[in-house]
């Protein structure tokens, strides 16, 4: 069976509560990239008090979707060309990795479920003139893939405190159509390489799958930042 994308979303603590919300309305840009958070109106948004706000503002900044300013307070974090960089810089190593242990520990199962997600993305690029699935479905093919490397220090590193600002980035970058045929090609080129449990092949093509996303978004980032100028 397939498993959903992990999110830290187990503290049902009114602290734990206020930093979902919270969470999601910075991730869908309710709450846009550069707002300084105020801190009495968002109390009253989510109907808490200071003490739990503060601790949720704090998990936030620990995800790296909020920083703190000198003589400014809190701030929703804007997603900069060489921060975008840095992170996919970092995915590629760490996925990399993630996929040659799971081409080693993945059992059969899982291997069997993860064609079955590619055959749903297959299948929604087919019905949807070419668009990918939404970012959350994007990520949970990979997710899978971090799950089966067994390795549980990746699994936080890439599940908790990097998910979250891929989810970001995504949601900002969504009216952009993504490279949907090539990233489909590469996902099962990947998953054929973890069914043969090849493992340096498979930490290859994930390297090489990143890396690309890494140069279109480069492409992107850079072509809207010279229109804008103009």
């Known amino acids: 069976m397939l ?15 206020t930093t979902i919300a919270l969470r999601e309305a910075i991730i869908t840009g309710v709450i846009p990239a550069g707002e300084k958070l105020n801190e009495p109106r968002l109390a009253e948004q989510f109907e808490v008090s ?6 949720a503002i704090r998990r936030l900044v620990a995800m790296g979707l909020v920083r703190h300013v000198p003589h400014q307070g809190a701030r929703v974090v804007t997603l900069e060309l060489d921060s975008i960089m840095e ?16 081409a080693e520990n993945m059992s059969d199962d899982d291997i069997a479920s993860l064609r079955e997600l590619l055959e749903i993305h297959r299948n929604h690029i087919e019905s949807n003139s070419g668009e990918y699935m939404n970012a ?9 893939i971090i799950r089966g490397s067994g390795n549980q220090l ?5 599940c908790d405190e990097l998910y979250h600002l891929i989810r970001m ?14 990233a489909l090609k590469e996902h099962a080129q990947l998953l054929d390489a973890i069914e043969q449990r090849d493992a340096p ?8 799958h990143i890396a690309r996303a890494k140069r279109s978004i480069h ?12």
């Open 154 to 158: 990746l699994i936080n590193q890439l």
């Open 50 to 55: 200071r003490g739990p706000l503060r601790e």
């Open 87 to 102: 992170l996919y810089e970092v995915r590629e190593a760490l996925e990399g990795k993630a996929a040659a242990l799971a």
């Open 169 to 182: 980035f995504r949601y900002q970058t969504s009216r952009v159509k993504t490279r949907s045929n090539r």
């Open 3 to 17: 498993t959903q994308a992990h999110t830290p979303d187990t503290d049902s603590t009114l602290s734990g509560t």
């Open 219 to 230: 492409q992107f980032m850079t072509t809207t930042e010279e229109n804008h100028e103009h």
């Open 136 to 144: 959350d479905g994007d990520f949970d093919f990979h997710y899978q």
């Open 201 to 208: 092949l498979a930490e290859m093509v994930m390297r090489h």
